[in-house]
């Protein structure tokens, strides 16, 4: 089955206690992508990855670390993380589109989401 | 960057009626635009997807479309059932690549 899965799907951690949120497909999507979501703000973007070995900011980058050493994964890091870090986490995956490529764009598939609580 | 506008925020319908939910995004450079179910505290379900040269989809009793120089989307739901009952999430993108959300319209269809 087509899927991004995230682990753990709930974790509660304290502040300034290093962490790791996995994030893995299996639709060989090149292009990769961390949101948090809080109420009232929506979906905001963290960090993104266009490829292996190609990471980019967000909207929001502020104490998360990404690395995307394989094409399949793309874990998001919070070396220290804070209680202003609680939040609901999803990962996403599509094809990599460029203009004139000829290949279809499909949109977002995402991970069921990773609800993170920093005490 | 587009900025992307749910209203309303919040609806409650009678079971069976039809209903449009609505999306505005301010960049009519737009590429495609996807709409997402969320249930509470789950992941995000892609209903449909929307492409710049498109003007509609649809699935089933969904129909969204899509009015670039309005800047605008709606997700039509006909006969309208209590399991239609969660967030719906537009996200619009400009190059196909990176989708920027709205907040989303909480739907509660009453039996």
């Known amino acids: 089955e087509a899927q991004v899965t995230q682990n753990p799907r709930y974790l509660i951690t304290v502040t300034g206690k290093k962490l790791t949120v996995t994030c893995s497909q299996n639709m060989n999507h090149e292009y990769m992508s961390w949101y948090r979501q809080d109420p009232g703000l929506g979906l905001r973007q963290i960090y993104y990855s266009m490829n292996v070995e190609v990471t980019d900011k967000g909207d929001v980058p502020e104490g998360y670390k990404v690395s995307r050493k394989e094409k399949r994964n793309f874990p998001l890091i919070l070396e220290s993380p804070s209680p202003n870090q609680t939040s609901l986490y999803f990962c996403?995956?599509?094809?990599?589109?460029?203009?004139?490529?000829?290949?279809?764009?499909?949109?977002?598939?995402f991970g069921s989401g990773t609800r993170l609580t920093v005490v | 960057k587009q900025e992307v506008t749910q209203i309303p925020a919040a609806l409650s319908v009678p079971e069976g009626e039809n209903l449009v939910l609505n999306c505005s995004f301010t960049?009519?450079?737009?590429?495609?635009l996807q709409w997402f179910r969320q249930d509470p505290g789950k992941g995000l379900t892609s209903l449909l997807l929307i492409q710049s040269s498109q003007r509609e989809q649809t699935s089933g009793r969904l129909n969204a479309s899509l009015d670039k120089s309005s800047g605008r989307s709606t997700l039509y739901i006909a006969a309208s059932q209590p399991g239609d009952s969660a967030t719906y999430l537009c996200a619009a993108s400009n190059t196909g690549n990176q989708f920027y959300f709205g907040t989303g319209t909480s739907l509660t269809v009453i039996p």
């Open positions: 996403a995956s599509s094809l990599f589109y460029m203009p004139g490529q000829g290949r279809p764009n499909y949109g977002y598939t």
């Open positions: 960049d009519s450079a737009i590429y495609n």
